[in-house]
Every structure is written in C-alpha cells, then in structure tokens.
C-alpha cells in the first residue's frame, strides 16, 4: 500500500480512538500502541511530560512502546526533547548522527520527530517518535504525528487528566 493510503487508515483508527477513550491517559496509552504497531518506520514511540512544579523544568517519561530507554527525565536544555519542548516548535532530525543535541535512545535509531504538546495555549509535554530508517519524517509524517499531538492536548483540556 501506498504511504499516503496507510498514514489515511492509521489516523481514522487514531482519530476513532481519541472518541472512545476518556482520558488524556487512556489516549496515549493506546496512541503510542497503536502507531507503533502500525507504521512499520516508527520505532519507539512514546510521550515526555512536563512535570508539574519542577525547577528546573523537567521532562518524564510517560505512555511508551519500544525499547526501554535510559532517558526517563530530560531537563528542557537538553536532547531534542529538551529542544521542542522550550521552543514549542517540531522538530525532525533526519540524521541524529549529525545533530549534537541528540541523546541517544538505541544505537540503531536514525531519524526522529518530535511534537509538542498545547494544552490552553502552553507546552506541556511532547509526542517523541524515533525510526530505525534515515529521514523517515517528511512532510505528511510531520503533519501526522501534530495531527496525533493535538487530540491528546484537546483531550488534556476535556478530560483534566
Ligand atoms: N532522543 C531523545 C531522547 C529520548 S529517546 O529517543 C527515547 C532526545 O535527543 O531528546
């Protein structure tokens, strides 16, 4: 199948799921599943969240399917988590070998895109998806994974949790 035709199909499963699940929890639980057992480039996918009152400002591990990974809290200044998150803009890394900012995950990872999260106008965590391919984030993956991004801060702002 087509890339265009497969990214269609897993964003009506996705955008059926955000309708049947409660919380902000429960879609990223299923969420992180789901795009991790269905684009075949998408390797490690899995949220950060700002955790509430730290200082500094913290990033922790949230919902995630893959590798267990050695960074489960990532301060904003650091890794390209750290970089999304304070600019509140995506960002694609198509060859981390090359980005200095990279905090590696898995010797095999080659590309990775993350997404910020907006829940009432503020980052409050972030959508991270790492590939084993180089460059697997073009342009329809990038509008994709912010597709994915925004239910979960609309589901933030419906649900509280
Ligand atoms: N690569 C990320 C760290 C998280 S792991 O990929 C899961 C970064 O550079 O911030």
């Known amino acids: 199948m087509q890339v265009a035709g497969k990214i269609e199909e897993v964003r009506q499963e996705i955008s059926e799921l955000s309708k049947t699940t409660r919380t902000a929890q429960d879609l990223m639980q299923g969420m992180v599943k ?73 010797l095999e990872t080659k590309s990775e895109i993350v997404v910020p999260v907006f829940a009432y106008g503020k980052v409050v965590g972030e959508l991270d998806i790492d590939s084993h391919f180089p460059a697997a984030f073009t342009n329809e993956h990038k509008e994709f994974v912010q597709y994915c991004a925004v239910l979960v801060g609309k589901k933030l702002e419906t649900s509280g949790q």
């Not at 969240?49 to 400002?57: D, G, I, V, Y």
């Not at 750290?82 to 905090?103: E, F, H, N």
């Open 34 to 106: 789901l795009l991790h057992e269905r684009v075949l480039k998408y390797n490690w996918v899995g949220f950060y969240m700002l955790e509430p009152n730290a200082n500094p400002p913290m990033l922790a591990l949230g919902a995630f399917e893959g590798a267990m990974t050695p960074h489960t809290r990532i301060p904003l200044n650091q890794g390209i988590c750290g970089a999304a998150a304070s600019s509140g803009q995506t960002v694609v890394v198509d060859d981390v070998s090359k980005d200095p900012r990279y905090l590696a995950c898995s």
